[in-house]
């Protein structure tokens, strides 16, 4: 992130405060700066374009499941990698083509198959059983959908397991390593001559660019093995997935896309010789650095001697850091009432979130300027997964998310992505309203 950005982000942080899109009625929200996306998208197309290369970039809606941010990706010319019919259902909503959309998931139905199949859309398939289901699919109905299959190159984990999708017993792809697993692959191509991509994805956070790198090039070692079974190109395209990690410890912006395409062109020089078009489906590493959670501290207190400042922001949007702070780790500026960055020595302290249990701790022991009741902490990298992925703990509403633009000269100004979920919201969503249960 540039200085520049960072500007940006604390002119946003005061101005959020000043307008009162934080407040005591709305005592946390997301953050979207619309700069910062639109330098990592273009970051990204300049890192994988190569001349007589076909790359076509597509979002993982995953990472931030909000249509205006995928229809402002599609505008900087990113498509949408689903998992879901509901992912589907936004990607459509923001006007993503279908030819520029591909799905993913271990777990289709028949019925989302069928779907993607009718629209054209891309297909990775996950197992033979989908394999199955696909055959019979297209002889009631040919589709002009591409479609692959997904491997697991078993190349091995990074340091968060739960990110790491090509160990020895993942769940996703066909584990290519098993016994008698590349033989069925092979014959799986030959015998259906629509099969003309191949996926592969590694993993995400934790992973380093080294071992991404290896399950690219197994993947690509196994179309050329393909294709010459075959004798010809069946294989035309491969989906290398995404994934690339995210620095939560700096605003530093590393690893770049740059670099991972440079290892790729090192390590996999066939991949970008022409003969192969590339798919990627990256998600974190396009919109963490520019997404910010704002709150405000509502007590100050101590325990123990700790002190601890109780905030607004907890693991209903800092999910993954208060259950597993190792590994996912936040930066926090304490701040003001004003919004402004807080002055004075700093002391060890908690910050913990509303949430009804002890662990609701978004930093542990972090050395901050003391805050106190009615000033704001900001949870910085958090543009993906965090304020799009609510966790509905104490029935705790969703926060509203706002997109923000540098205006030379004046106030950043803001755009609505998501409004705050309403008390009536919350309570349909929950059933009020329904019949009572018969005793």
């Avoid at 290896?214 to 050329?224: F, I, K, P, S, T």
């Amino acid at each position: 992130m540039t200085d520049e950005a960072a500007v940006r982000r604390q002119d946003a942080l005061r101005s959020a405060v000043e307008t009162g899109l934080v407040s005591e009625a709305e005592p946390v929200v997301g953050l979207l700066d619309v700069a910062g996306v639109r330098q990592a998208a273009t970051s990204l197309h300049a890192a994988f374009a190569t001349p007589g290369v076909a790359v076509e970039h597509t979002f993982a809606v995953k990472a931030a499941s909000l249509v205006p941010v995928l229809a402002l990706l599609g505008q900087y010319g990113l498509g949408a990698e689903v998992a879901s019919p509901g992912e589907l259902a936004l990607a459509r909503a923001a006007g993503i083509p279908p030819e520029k959309t591909v799905l993913d998931s271990p777990a289709k139905t028949t019925a989302e198959l069928r779907e993607a199949l009718s629209l054209g859309i891309a297909v990775n398939v996950d197992n033979p059983q989908e394999i199955a289901r696909i055959d019979a699919l297209l002889a009631a109905a040919p589709s002009a959908s591409p479609i692959g299959l997904r491997v697991n190159p078993q190349v091995g984990g990074g340091s968060i397991d739960a990110m790491s999708t090509a160990t020895a017993t993942s769940k996703f792809g066909v584990a290519l390593r098993d016994p008698g697993a590349e033989e069925w692959v092979l014959r799986t191509y030959a015998e259906r001559p629509w099969l003309n991509r191949l996926h592969t994805h590694t993993g995400s956070q934790g992973v380093p660019l080294p071992l991404m790198a290896a399950g690219v090039r197994a993947a690509y070692d196994l179309a050329e093995r393909i294709n010459a079974a075959a004798g010809r190109r069946q294989v035309t395209v491969l989906d290398i997935g995404g994934g690339l990690p995210v620095n939560f410890g700096s605003d530093d912006i590393t690893p770049s896309f740059g670099d991972y395409a440079d290892l790729l062109r090192a390590e996999v020089p066939g991949l970008f010789d022409g003969r192969y078009g590339i798919v990627t489906e990256f998600g974190r590493a396009l919109l963490a650095k520019h997404g910010t959670v704002l709150a405000r501290v509502e007590y100050a207190k101590s325990a123990g001697g700790r002190p601890i400042a109780v905030t607004h922001a907890g693991a209903q949007v800092a999910t993954r850091t208060v259950f597993a702070p190792d590994a996912w780790p936040l930066r926090v500026l304490a701040l003001d009432a004003a919004g402004r960055p807080k002055t004075g020595a700093p002391v060890v302290q908690d910050v913990a979130g509303p949430c009804c249990f002890a662990g609701d701790l978004v930093a542990r022991g972090r050395e901050l300027p003391p805050l106190d009741a009615g000033d704001h902490v900001a949870l910085l990298d958090t543009g993906a997964y965090y304020f799009s992925t609510h966790f509905a703990y104490n029935s705790l509403p969703r926060p509203a998310v706002w997109a923000f633009t540098a205006v030379p000269g004046a106030a950043p100004a803001f755009a609505p992505v998501r409004a705050a979920q309403s008390m009536a919201d919350l309570l349909a969503e929950s059933g009020a309203g329904l019949p009572p249960l018969t005793p």
